[in-house]
């Protein structure tokens, strides 16, 4: 091999080196220090806008947009890959309250509880 050779083809491993670090790093749509949100991690909101769920490190707490007031809080755990069961408190009724829900994309939680009401959550993003 000449050496044009051997120096073109550690060229051509570096450029590749570097690429995949940076598909790497970056993920889609982010930069580096931005990644895609994974489970329900983060806050979502009701379909009227009404409440504002945040779920982290397995609890989460609702409040109400426009006041801030606590509507609700628990615990929640992930059942399998996009199943998550919800058990808490209503704060307004002082009741408990559990839901089972799935994660039916990245941005959208649809959710059943206890006493069979439907409703669907969609992740707020910054």
Do not use: H
């Not at 051509?12 to 889609?28: D, E, H, I, K, R």
């Amino acid at each position: 091999m000449t050496t044009s050779r051997k120096l073109y083809s550690a060229g051509m491993l570096a450029l590749l080196a570097v690429t995949v670090a940076a598909c790497s790093t970056s993920g889609p749509g982010g930069g580096p220090g931005r990644s895609s949100p994974t489970g329900v991690e983060g806050a979502w909101l009701d379909a009227k806008g009404t409440g504002l769920s945040t779920f982290q490190a397995g609890t989460f707490q609702t409040v109400a947009t426009d006041t801030g007031q606590k509507l609700s809080d628990g615990t929640y755990i992930m059942t399998g890959a996009n199943a998550v069961q919800i058990n808490g408190t209503s704060l307004i009724r002082q009741s408990p309250i559990s839901f089972n829900c799935l994660l039916i994309s990245a941005n959208q939680l649809n959710c059943t509880s206890s006493a069979g009401q439907q409703f669907t959550l969609t992740r707020r993003t910054a």
